[in-house]
């Protein structure tokens, strides 16, 4: 039998359920191998009140490069702009549905929503996003797993909650949806529905077993909306989403930028070869930075 691969990654429920699937794979691929998961809390586990953004990656990668665990499964969507030196992002999955979501208590719709309604959200982007939509309706922070937030609109004091269709078909909880977001006023948060295996760039063994989980339509969406989001500051509690698409070869990415109150918009998109994605996410950054993205995200950044 030879070296066990443990696979490092966070506590939460939507989290180890994300990871099973890519352990029950490797276990095909490496069946001589023992496969383990290493349950591990972050910072941003750990303070789930803080109003920065959430570091749920920081005690996995110092792990990975104490080698104490051989891979780690996150959500690519919490992982930094930047990675670790030392790190690689060796494999994408083929990605989940990357859009959002409500869970209503009695309305049929976002749209049949009454004005005054209150929705929940700790998401500064879904915030933005739908007050763009609906100004009429007030978003209150609600924090916590999904089984939490779920309890708050139980409880009666929220008309509805916004989560990611990703996660809760992940927990076996699709059941739960009242209806699915238009990627065009909801734009997912970059990363939103896939997930990324991370492992030590020198551990050549274990990069040429993972990438065989990679799937390239899902790394090339991924890698654009990466580099959108890192050329305009790269920081996920941004009011700030993009979502890519691959096709046939090609590949479309959209941007978008807002006020924390949705007054103020700042949108565009970009087509062109999957193999040029970073490239397509840095233009499309400059772009918008350009048309005043930069500006307002520096405001942001001032009163935060």
């Not at 939507?14 to 496969?35: G, I, K, N, Y």
């Not at 750990?46 to 104490?66: C, G, K």
């Not at 970059?190 to 990438?211: C, F, M, N």
């Amino acid at each position: 039998m030879s070296a066990p691969i443990r696979v490092g990654t966070r506590k939460s429920a939507l989290a180890l359920a994300q990871c099973d699937s890519v352990v029950r794979t490797l276990r095909t691929l490496a069946p001589t191998r023992e496969v383990a998961i290493r349950p591990m809390t972050t910072a941003g586990d750990r303070d789930r009140r803080r109003t920065a953004s959430p570091d749920f990656t920081d005690a996995i990668e110092e792990a990975l490069l104490r080698q104490e665990i051989d891979l780690a499964v996150h959500s690519a969507k919490d992982l930094p702009a930047r990675l670790r030196s030392g790190l690689t992002l060796a494999a994408f999955p083929r990605r989940a549905d990357p859009r959002d979501c409500f869970v209503l208590r009695e309305a049929r719709s976002f749209s049949a929503l009454p004005s005054g309604a209150r929705l929940g959200s700790s998401s500064l982007r879904r915030q933005a996003q739908l007050l763009a939509w609906r100004p009429d309706i007030e978003v209150v922070p609600v924090r916590g797993n999904v089984d939490s937030r779920l309890a708050h609109l139980a409880r009666g004091d929220l008309a509805g909650i916004v989560l990611a269709v990703a996660g809760l078909a992940r927990l076996g909880r699709a059941d739960v949806i009242t209806e699915v977001a238009d990627p065009r006023a909801l734009v997912p948060a970059p990363g939103q529905g896939a997930l990324a295996i991370e492992v030590r760039t020198k551990d050549r063994s274990l990069l040429r077993l993972v990438r065989a989980l990679d799937h390239g339509a899902t790394r090339a969406a991924v890698t654009a909306e990466r580099s959108f989001s890192a050329s305009l500051g790269g920081e996920c509690n941004l009011p700030l989403g993009s979502l890519a698409r691959a096709r046939g070869g090609r590949l479309r990415l959209v941007g978008d930028v807002l006020s924390p109150d949705g007054r103020r918009r700042i949108r565009g998109s970009t087509t062109g070869p999957t193999s040029s994605a970073h490239r397509l996410g840095v233009e499309l950054g400059r772009r918008l930075r350009a048309n005043g993205a930069g500006q307002l995200l520096s405001e942001i950044r001032s009163t935060a």
